[in-house]
């Protein structure tokens, strides 16, 4: 993976709602926006709070009315995250989140007509060392003077692209906005350039990490629910995030936000771009030789995992071990099932062999007493291979033990000991 592109680095929070750097050596951060109304103040609170346990660095607010900005004053004082107010066509609500204390304005000087009230925002910001972000989108609308030469020149330099038209306009836009920022002295810009078409996402933030040095704020447009939203968001960013180009990141889904906490996390351990928090679950995708219910197993074991395990302990849950094994490689803790019971393994150890009824409680009260152990300095996460010697399918595993009390014993230990 390539190294992180440099950047500028903007700071947003306080000492009650936490300082988050956005930008360079800082780590990528996770944002999310609240679905809910923002001046329904209790269960604004409410969602910014659940957001913020679920992981979210950042939490943003949507203030298009004045009593939303009002409820900010009662909000803030509520919560422990950087908020962010998201403004659209009023700039006097930037102005009023921003006498309310917010930690970073989002704004998009296209829908704000005039200029000298986006001056104004700017000036209130800068006054309270404020960063503001700034988007520009396929549907920006260019006004500078020399719109058409810039188009050209652009429009040539990409002219490689099937998006040609599109990026010319993002960043032909970003130069117009952009000017505005740096005459009046402020860099604490971070910059969107978001789109629902992931290719386009991709070529957009690639153009413009080329050509500005501010850091920037990744995400996937309208990307849908998050049956099919994952991976159009997934997709891109993680092609971006891969380059070194990413410093911020919101996955946007029509589902509840935490899910999309969830899944930048995630996207963010899976790229080694944050250290993990909690379990770190692989599990088998089933075939037909499995022998218990586990995608109910699976899911039950991710949730139970979430609640009480802290550190990132690898844990393996698989249907057979016929590959098993193999499979769950480098698994500090692991399950393997076989005909309704589970063997569990404890860094290539041994340690209990249940029904499968029990299978969820043992696996935690394993992953449970290897979390003590971690911490007492007694064991290290991943620190044996695991090197498991598969169990007797036909005793330790339960296969075969009906069958071979009524002589039918071949189908089941020899097909499965020919698999491995
Ligand atoms: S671990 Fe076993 S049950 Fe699971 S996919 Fe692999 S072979 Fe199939």
Redesign the pocket.
């Known amino acids: 993976m390539n190294s992180r592109r440099p950047t500028r680095q903007v700071t947003l929070g306080d000492k009650q709602h936490g300082i988050i750097r956005i930008g360079d050596d800082a780590p990528v951060s996770v944002q999310t926006m609240t679905a809910g109304y923002t001046y329904e103040i209790d269960r604004c609170v409410a969602e910014i709070n659940r957001l913020a346990a679920a992981g979210a660095d950042i939490v943003r607010v949507a203030v298009p009315e004045r009593k939303d900005t009002e409820a900010l004053a009662k909000i803030l004082p509520q919560v422990r995250v950087p908020i962010v107010a998201d403004v659209h066509f009023h700039f006097q609500r930037a102005l009023e989140a921003v006498e309310a204390g917010v930690h970073k304005i989002r704004l998009n000087p296209g829908n704000i007509s005039d200029r000298g009230q986006v001056e104004k925002v700017i000036d209130a910001c800068k006054e309270r060392s404020l960063p503001i972000r700034i988007g520009v989108n396929e549907g920006s609308i260019i006004e500078r003077k020399d719109k058409q030469k810039r188009m050209r020149e652009l429009g040539e330099v990409f002219s490689d692209s099937q998006h040609a038209r599109l990026l010319a306009i993002m960043i032909a836009k970003l130069e117009e906005y952009l000017d505005i920022f740096y005459e009046r002295d402020f860099f604490d810009i971070v910059i969107s350039a978001k789109s629902p078409d992931p290719t386009l996402c991709i070529e957009a933030y690639t153009e413009i990490s080329k050509r500005f040095d501010h850091p920037l704020h990744l995400g996937v447009t309208h990307a849908g629910p998050r049956e099919t939203g994952a991976i159009r968001s997934v997709a891109p960013l993680s092609h971006l995030l891969a380059s070194g180009i990413g410093d911020t990141v919101r996955i946007s889904y029509a589902s509840d936000p935490a899910l999309e906490v969830e899944d930048a996390l995630e996207l963010l351990y899976c790229l080694e771009l944050r250290e993990r928090k909690g379990v770190d679950l692989i599990a088998?995708?089933?075939?037909?030789?499995?022998q218990v219910d586990?995608f109910t197993l699976v899911q039950d074991v991710r949730k139970s995992l979430a609640e009480h395990i802290e550190l990132p302990i690898k844990v393996a849950v698989?249907?057979?071990?016929?590959?098993?094994p193999g499979?769950a490689e480098g698994a500090d803790v692991a399950i393997f099932a076989g005909d309704r019971r589970g063997i569990i393994y404890v860094q290539g150890e041994k340690v209990a062999n249940v029904p499968e009824e029990d299978i969820l409680a043992a696996l935690l009260d394993e992953c449970q007493k290897f979390q003590a152990r971690v911490r007492n300095g007694e064991a290290k996460l991943g620190e044996k291979v695991v090197d498991i010697i598969p169990p007797d399918p036909i005793g330790e595993l339960g296969s075969g033990v009906e069958k071979i009390a009524t002589g039918n014993v071949e189908k089941v230990t020899k097909l499965t000991i020919s698999?491995q």
């Open positions: 088998c995708p089933t075939c037909g030789r499995i586990l698989m249907g057979c071990i016929v590959y098993g499979e698999g």
